[in-house]
């Protein structure tokens, strides 16, 4: 997760769907270099924007309450 991706979605007037990838780290077991087959699969959760803060926070805070619920909803999926 990386600091700042609401902002550049605030840039970019889009929404935040906050997504899990789950299963990756069972493909390359630690040591070998080849992948083997597994099942992975994603989970998308509900789209997060900047519409969705509270208004009465300034700017700065918002982009601060928008990557905090991405996560939030993220990690709960």
Do not use: N, Y
């Not at 935040?16 to 493909?27: K, L, N, S, Y």
């Not at 924007?49 to 990557?67: F, G, I, M």
């Amino acid at each position: 997760i990386h600091g700042g991706f609401a902002l550049i979605a605030q840039m970019g007037k889009a929404a935040i769907a906050p997504m899990a990838v789950c299963g990756f780290r069972d493909i390359t077991p630690e040591g070998k270099k080849l992948m083997r087959p597994m099942k992975c699969w994603m989970r998308a959760g509900d789209a997060v924007s900047l519409t969705d803060a509270p208004e009465q926070l300034k700017r700065r805070e918002r982009t601060q309450w928008v990557e905090d619920e991405a996560v939030r909803r993220m990690f709960a999926l």
